[in-house]
Structures are given as C-alpha cells and as structure tokens.
C-alpha cells in the first residue's frame, strides 16, 4: 500500500520548485541579453568581414570603397581616385577631388594616417630649385573616434552588399534585418579618411605657396606654376613612398543596444525621421546615435567619463597601442551598447 505525501513533504517539494522558478526567471533577462548581444556582435564583424572582401586583384578595399560608397549615385566618401602629370608637368585630378583637411568642420579627412608622424619638406634654400626638400617628423595629429563621421551609415551598408536599397536601411527596423542590432535599431558606421595631398586645406595643387602651410615651409621661394607643380608631385610621390599606404579608410560600427537616449529613444519616431525627413534631420540622427554609442562604449566610465579611451593625442596612441581589439561591449546603468575597433582598409 502506497504512502500519502504528507504536509510538510508536499510544502518541501513546493518550495523547490518555487526556488527553481525564481533562479530560471532571474537568468531569462540575462540569457536573452547575452543571446542579442552575441547575435549583434556577430553581424558587426560580418559587416567589417564584407567590407574587406571589397577588394580584388585591381583594386584594394580602399580604392573600392571611395567608388562604391555613393549618395544619389555619386560617390561619398571624397579623395582622389585617380590623379596624373600632364606632359607639362602639371598635377592633375583625372577622378575625384582633393580633400578638404578641415581639422574643424571635416576632422576625419586626414592628410597623415591616423597615429602616424607628419611629414614635413623642410625648404632647402636654393631659389629655383625644384628639389622637395627634406622629409623630417612631426607629432601625429590629435584624432579621436568619436570625430569619425557616421552621416554615410546608410551608403556603407549598401556598398557591402548586406543592404539592398537606402530605403531599407532607413525605414526597416526589424531585429531580424542584417543591417540592424537585436533591438531592431540601426547598427551606426562611422569612418576616417586618409589620403595624402600636396596641399592643404582650401587649395588647388597649383596655387602659389603659403608661408602657413604645414607642408612647405615659410622660407622656401615660390617657384612659379610650373616648377611649384613639379615640386608637389614629387612631395606627392615621396610622402606616399615614406608612408608606405597612399591611402586608408578607417571604419567602425557601432550598435545602441538596449535602452538608447536621444532621437532613438522612441523607434518609431527614429524611423519616422531616418526615412521621410531632410538630410540633415537624418544626419542628426546618425551623429546622436554615434555619440550614445561612444559614451557607453569609449569611455572610462569609473575614473575618468570625458576622456575617450581610442584616441590619438600628447599622451594616447591608440593606433599603436589598441585600448581593445575586436569587438567593446559597454554598460552605463541599463544601457548596453557595442563598438568595434577601428578596421584599416587601405
């Protein structure tokens, strides 16, 4: 004959099972963190992953993204494409333009690789002469993630092929899209530009020398055009040499996570604005996601909140000595956000 459970038996097995549904309900929210975390982690590096592979036999990943990124069917990104010396002597734009080197308004296009000394042509004094000089260092140049510019998220997607249309990428807010994090918003991409140029900011090759340019200096004479283009493409061709890259698109993607502040707080307010309003609505958009982004992720929340981690000054370079590599998980509060480390594409 069977014995009945009794009382305190049935209250024994009751408080059990009512300690292992505690323990599994605490762990759901943290499996189902750590499952969007993984998940968006790994469509970030899927996306660097397809960004490498943009280059072939004739052109590097580089060359490939300063053609392919376009904005109305044009490309985006700036920088000469392609450039030659006429019989003349005269340096030429054959494709694309010079970039600007606006350390204020364009901070990402970069005349020196970012972390890399500069490259300065010390005159060497002798009138006519159409020698470039002496190639001497100077300090790299201050640089910081967050000045890496996110307005082209949009036309990065659709170079790498993950994204079909524009469009898409800004009205599609479903976690299971490539494009987005595991919390249906838009993984964030934000890039730097390096390439090389005789001139600085606001010049044409052919213009006559400044006694403020940071790449000829103030004592050295001015040449005329002929002799002063013959000058820059021999700079043009020693700095390129000296550098070893003639040009380096640094890219980063960043995810908002859970919880995110500003415009994307309500997702479908983002949309609304991604999709329908101005360019420079969206441009807004894409900058505040970038600047949650680095806050979360690019900072060093317990001893010092203003300062980034990845960047490039008198005391930090972090080309040269990565803070992290791959793929920084960051937490402020209930806020989860991801960025990745800068990926060269030369």
């Known amino acids: 004959m069977r014995r009945a459970f009794t009382l305190i038996e049935l209250l024994i097995v009751l408080s059990v099972i009512a300690l292992l549904a505690g323990l599994i309900i605490g762990v759901l929210p943290i499996l189902r963190l750590q499952s969007r975390l993984t998940l968006t982690q790994g469509r970030m590096q899927d996306f660097l992953g397809a960004l490498s592979r943009m280059g072939s036999t004739e052109r590097t ?26 019989f003349d002597g005269r340096l030429g734009v054959v494709e694309g333009a010079w970039l600007s080197y606006d350390t204020v308004a364009k901070p990402w296009e970069m005349r020196f690789p970012w972390g890399r000394n500069a490259i300065v042509f010390a ?46 990428y800004r009205s599609i807010r479903t976690p299971s899209r490539a494009w987005n994090d595991a919390w249906g ?42 002799g002063n283009t013959i000058k820059y493409a021999r700079q043009q061709i020693l700095a390129i040499e000296a550098l070893r890259q003639p040009r380096i698109v640094y890219v980063s993607v960043g995810a908002l996570g859970s919880r995110p502040a500003g415009l994307w707080a309500n ?13 420079s609505v969206r441009d807004t958009v894409w900058v505040d ?5 680095n806050t979360v992720c690019n900072r060093r929340v317990d001893s010092d909140p203003m300062t980034e981690l990845w960047r490039v000054d008198a005391t930090t370079n972090a080309m040269a000595d990565p803070p992290w590599t791959g793929v920084r998980r960051g937490r402020v509060g209930n806020r989860n956000a991801l960025l990745t480390a800068p990926e060269q594409l030369p």
């Open 61 to 86: 990943p580089g060359q490939a993204l300063l053609e392919e990124v376009k904005i109305a069917g044009s490309p985006a990104l700036g920088g000469v494409r392609r450039f030659s010396a006429a």
């Open 123 to 168: 005159a060497d004094g002798t009138p006519g002469s159409k020698a470039p000089g002496l190639l001497t260092s100077a300090k790299p140049r201050h640089f910081a993630m967050s000045q890496m510019n996110p307005r082209l998220s949009e036309a990065f997607w659709v170079a790498s092929g993950l994204c079909a249309r524009v469009e898409d």
């Open 185 to 226: 918003n838009p993984l964030v991409v934000g890039y730097a530009l390096y390439q090389y140029g005789p001139r600085p900011a606001g010049q044409s090759p052919l213009a006559p020398v400044r006694t403020d340019d940071p790449v000829v200096t103030a004592d050295e004479p001015d040449q005329g055009t002929y």
């Open 267 to 279: 997702p479908a307010a983002a949309s609304a604005d991604a999709s329908s309003a101005t360019a």
């Open 289 to 293: 996601g970038w600047n949650e982004i």
